[in-house]
């Protein structure tokens, strides 16, 4: 369990208003090779501070799997095509993974020539 030879990953954790808007947004990534994968977990419940106020609502959540290189361009496409102003969207280092397996989000996020 180590980095692939080909660079490290991370996964990118986003919130979305509904899962249609999740299920659009990591389509496009993924065809767009900003992920390799993103799984869209269902429904959670959010309660936040905005604009002064406590508010909660309804999100689903998606982790999004890419290399480390291109998370800022995952990162940046999700919030152009995403509905809030705010959109929560972070990525977090993987530690640790199996080979084949970060070889093949390496493989499959980013240039497709890589």
Known sequence: ??????G???????T???ESEANRIARAVVEERLAACANILGPC??????QGQI???GEVVAVLKTRAEVADALIARIAALHSYDVPA?????VTGALDRYAAWVCNESGDATR
């Open 1 to 6: 369990m180590t980095d692939s030879p080909r």
């Open 55 to 57: 508010e909660e609502a």
């Open 16 to 18: 979305f208003a509904d």
């Open 89 to 93: 969207i972070v990525a977090w280092p």
């Open 45 to 50: 419940r959010s309660i936040y501070r905005w």
């Open 8 to 14: 490290a990953i991370v996964s990118v954790y986003a």
